[in-house]
């Protein structure tokens, strides 16, 4: 009953995009977590002083920039010629 319960949650707080996986919510999640535990500030207001729940809802709304070195490489490559 639990498992459900934090499954429920995951997908109301993990965006639904096709394009961006839970792994890369997550990711980026905690290395915007990290900068606030660092002292940034914060892109809302927000009541909580927790900064993994305050990164969670940035990046969830699109408030977080980051950059996909990986989709970016893919592209950068030359495809061979046959």
Partial sequence: MAETNLKQIAQSV???DPEASAYRFIIVAAKRARQLQN???SFL???SKKPTVMAMEEVRRGLVQYEDIA???QFDQPVPEE
Wanted: no cysteine; proline share 17%.
């Fill in 39 to 41: 002292g940034a500030r």
């Fill in 71 to 73: 989709i970016q490489h």
């Fill in 14 to 16: 993990i965006p639904d």
């Fill in 45 to 47: 207001p927000t009541t």
